[in-house]
T-cell receptor
């Protein structure tokens, strides 16, 4: 799997927007950009994914750079329950290549 | 998580004993995975299955075996547990959906301690 680079940690104030960056300069044309998060003492959970266009769902938005070498996960209004480790993962959409998790970004939310 | 359960949730075992962890799904998903998570290493893939009786090794498969005799169950066995296998084990499921895009659903994890 192509490599992604994320900051080790970030901090946000409650009720403020959060922009979590991810660099993936070696991304290939068939790689989808996936985001997962892991709340304390839980398994990871799917957040969002995209290929080229920006994506929105009830949890978050995904902004993908035009050259696809970077992306940003946007939490529009951080809550204390959003404190988690966020993983940015590139996923080939052919067959079933298992997800490979990196270290992710630990997001702290301050009340 | 709804549709996927892991058992047991916690287990303490002695070095050298066999241990089997169970992952059970009710989603009829084709793909199932076992990961382990350790401080400083994040989540690492142990084994995965792409169908009944079809399995493959992941990054850290040494010391582990798996079996999948039916769609809903994926068993992870430590033939002779060692202290280095003390970890939190996560099972995940996924499937092919519209346009081939699919996400993973993870279980709540099994905390295994080998003493």
């Amino acid at each position: 799997d192509a490599k992604t680079t994320q900051p080790n940690s970030m901090e946000s104030n409650e009720e403020e927007p959060v922009h979590l960056p991810c660099n993936h300069s070696t991304i290939s044309g068939t790689d989808y950009i996936h985001w997962y998060r892991q709340l304390p003492s839980q398994g990871p959970e799917y957040v969002i994914h995209g290929l080229t266009s920006n994506v929105n769902n009830r949890m978050a938005s995904l902004a993908i750079a035009e050259d696809r070498k970077s992306s940003t996960l946007i939490l529009h209004r951080a809550t204390l329950r959003d404190a988690a480790v966020y993983y940015c993962i590139l996923r080939v959409n052919s067959g079933n290549t298992p997800l490979v998790f990196g270290k992710g970004t630990r997001l702290s939310v301050i009340a | 998580d709804a549709g996927i359960t892991q058992s047991p949730r916690h287990k303490v075992t002695e070095t050298g004993t066999p241990v089997t962890l169970r992952c059970h799904q009710t989603e009829n998903h084709r793909y199932m995975y076992w990961y382990r998570q350790d401080p400083g290493h994040g989540l690492r893939l142990i084994h995965y299955s792409y169908g009944v009786k079809d399995t493959d090794k992941g990054e850290v498969s040494d010391g582990y075996s798996v079996s999948r005799s039916k769609t809903e169950d994926f068993l992870l066995t430590l033939e002779s547990a060692t202290s280095s296998q003390t970890s939190v084990y996560f099972c995940a499921i996924s499937d092919i959906r519209d346009r081939g895009l699919y996400g993973y659903t993870f279980g709540s994890g099994t905390r295994l301690t080998v003493v």
